[in-house]
């Protein structure tokens, strides 16, 4: 959060000026500590056009932020200061975004604000996750620990995701592709075809004569097909980002055969991970389960960890609260959860979990490859070949009548 401040210094000396916290407490705190004295604060509100809210400035990627969480544990492990730590973290990042962040975090650092208090402030980098596990480590003076648990838990999140892009990018060079051929035979070949009827003064068979009023109809009308498409896509993507559409998005997601499998492993294994990590630093399980329905992407599961955060609050253990929700949890995740209550190792019992689900995603995104491969070549060869059979008719046709 950004604040407008006006103060008095002990000269006396009417300052004004702005400053970033993660509220208004800590904003007072954090400039009474350079002794200047608050006489009004008032949150900041800015104006953005519609240009800003649509920048194509890259954020802070899991990798970069695990890297980043790695290489300061290290250096807090070997006892470097902190302050000292980040600065030289910052001088070696390469990236714009990061190094400014980072460097923000050192001066608040400098100025006596608590490490987490100090990720607090920029939220849309560090998430009250990352707060939360730093805030642990401090109590427990083991905050090395906590940014090596934050790395790990980053590492397996950017591992997953990379391994999901991965399998999208063949369909979709595929699809490129097809595109192109189709392309290719709109502006190039057609016309020279229907040149070459009109010259022989062939008659061209039913189904010729289709595919080129086809062809004749994406090469006129193409700016209107992409119009359409175009405000169908921004419509879809208006509607599914208010509440209405993520809750409905969130349940249809789930339900897309194979995808809505990988999908609830995918949410399982990043519950399970999310749950291990805060439990391992000594979050209470209370505060744990909130913190994950924040970390959540999904409606339909943040709405059900949610529920499950009320039963136990409410007494309920764990397992018995997740019980209530069969169709998102697996009966193999309820089992082990079950055992590591009864153990009093859930932490580690879930991590179990997270091991299970990180070979079944790469299991079944290699399936998953493996099938689509065929499949995608089985449909792009007919498409082509009916697009070659309606243009080589044509020609042995004209041919034919020379």
Same mark, same amino acid.
């Not at 749950?275 to 505060?287: D, E, F, M, R």
């Given at each position: 959060?950004?604040?407008?401040?006006?103060?008095?210094?002990?000269?006396?000396?009417?300052?004004?000026?702005?400053?970033?916290?993660?509220?208004?407490?800590?904003?007072?705190?954090?400039?009474?500590?350079?002794?200047?004295?608050?006489?009004?604060?008032?949150?900041?509100?800015?104006?953005?056009?519609?240009?800003?809210?649509?920048?194509?400035?890259?954020?802070?990627?899991?990798?970069?932020?695990?890297?980043?969480?790695?290489?300061?544990?290290?250096?807090?492990?070997?006892?470097?200061?902190?302050?000292?730590?980040?600065?030289?973290?910052?001088?070696?990042?390469?990236?714009?975004?990061?190094?400014?962040?980072?460097?923000?975090?050192?001066?608040?650092?400098?100025?006596?604000?608590?490490?987490?208090?100090?990720?607090?402030?920029?939220?849309?980098?560090?998430?009250?996750?990352?707060?939360?596990?730093?805030?642990?480590?401090?109590?427990?003076?083991?905050?090395?620990?906590?940014?090596?648990?934050?790395?790990?838990?980053?590492?397996?999140?950017?591992?997953?995701?990379?391994?999901?892009?991965?399998?999208?990018?063949?369909?979709?060079?595929?699809?490129?592709?097809?595109?192109?051929?189709?392309?290719?035979?709109?502006?190039?070949?057609?016309?020279?075809?229907?040149?070459?009827?009109?010259?022989?003064?062939?008659?061209?068979?039913?189904?010729?004569?289709?595919?080129?009023?086809?062809?004749?109809?994406?090469?006129?009308?193409?700016?209107?097909?992409?119009?359409?498409?175009?405000?169908?896509?921004?419509?879809?993507?208006?509607?599914?980002?208010?509440?209405?559409?993520?809750?409905?998005?969130?349940?249809?997601?789930?339900?897309?055969?194979?995808?809505?499998?990988?999908?609830?492993?995918?949410?399982?294994?990043? %519950?399970?991970?999310? $749950?291990?990590?805060?439990?391992?630093? +000594?979050? @209470?399980?209370? #505060?744990?389960? &909130?913190?994950?329905? =924040?970390?959540?992407?999904?409606?339909?599961?943040?709405?059900?960890?949610?529920?499950?955060?009320?039963?136990?609050?409410?007494?309920?253990?764990?397992?018995?609260?997740?019980?209530?929700?069969?169709?998102? %949890?697996?009966?193999? $995740?309820?089992?082990?959860?079950?055992? +590591?209550? @009864?153990?009093? #190792?859930?932490? &580690?019992?879930?991590? =179990?979990?997270?091991?299970?689900?990180?070979?079944?995603?790469?299991?079944?995104?290699?399936?998953?490859?493996?099938?689509?491969?065929?499949?995608?070549?089985?449909?792009?060869?007919?498409?082509?070949?009916?697009?070659?059979?309606? $243009?080589?008719?044509?020609?042995?046709?004209?041919?034919?009548?020379?």
């Amino acid at each position: 959060m950004n604040f407008n401040y006006k103060a008095r210094t002990k000269e006396g000396k009417v300052e004004m000026g702005s400053i970033d916290a993660f509220s208004r407490e800590a904003a007072i705190d954090l400039l009474q500590k350079y002794n200047i004295f608050v006489t009004s604060l008032e949150e900041k509100t800015e104006k953005t056009s519609f240009f800003q809210k649509i920048s194509f400035q890259r954020k802070v990627s899991k990798k970069e932020l695990a890297v980043f969480f790695r290489q300061l544990s290290i250096m807090l492990e070997s006892q470097v200061p902190i302050v000292q730590s980040l600065s030289s973290l910052a001088a070696e990042t390469k990236k714009t975004v990061l190094r400014n962040t980072i460097l923000e975090v050192s001066e608040l650092v400098e100025g006596g604000v608590s490490l987490s208090e100090a990720f607090a402030v920029r939220s849309e980098v560090f998430s009250n996750f990352y707060v939360n596990l730093i805030r642990s480590g401090e109590a427990s003076g083991k905050i090395a620990s906590a940014l090596y648990s934050i790395s790990l838990h980053l590492e397996r999140e950017n591992d997953v995701a990379s391994q999901v892009k991965q399998a999208i990018i063949y369909p979709v060079f595929l699809i490129g592709m097809l595109f192109f051929v189709i392309g290719i035979v709109v502006t190039q070949i057609v016309p020279k075809v229907e040149g070459l009827i009109i010259e022989t003064g062939n008659t061209p068979t039913l189904f010729t004569s289709a595919m080129l009023k086809f062809y004749n109809f994406l090469g006129k009308y193409w700016w209107f097909l992409f119009l359409v498409l175009f405000f169908l896509v921004v419509s879809i993507t208006i509607y599914f980002r208010t509440k209405e559409g993520q809750r409905e998005y969130g349940e249809i997601s789930l339900k897309v055969p194979f995808l809505g499998g990988l999908l609830k492993k995918v949410f399982l294994m990043r %519950f399970a991970s999310n $749950v291990s990590t805060l439990l391992i630093a +000594g979050v @209470s399980i209370n #505060k744990v389960l &909130k913190i994950t329905e =924040d970390t959540v992407d999904n409606v339909a599961y943040k709405r059900i960890i949610s529920d499950v955060e009320e039963h136990v609050s409410g007494g309920e253990k764990l397992s018995v609260a997740m019980t209530r929700h069969p169709k998102y %949890f697996t009966p193999f $995740v309820l089992q082990i959860i079950r055992v +590591g209550e @009864s153990t009093g #190792k859930l932490d &580690k019992t879930l991590m =179990d979990i997270v091991s299970f689900y990180e070979k079944e995603i790469k299991r079944s995104i290699d399936l998953f490859s493996r099938l689509l491969e065929p499949i995608m070549i089985i449909i792009l060869g007919a498409i082509v070949a009916v697009i070659a059979a309606s $243009v080589l008719s044509s020609i042995y046709g004209a041919i034919g009548t020379v």
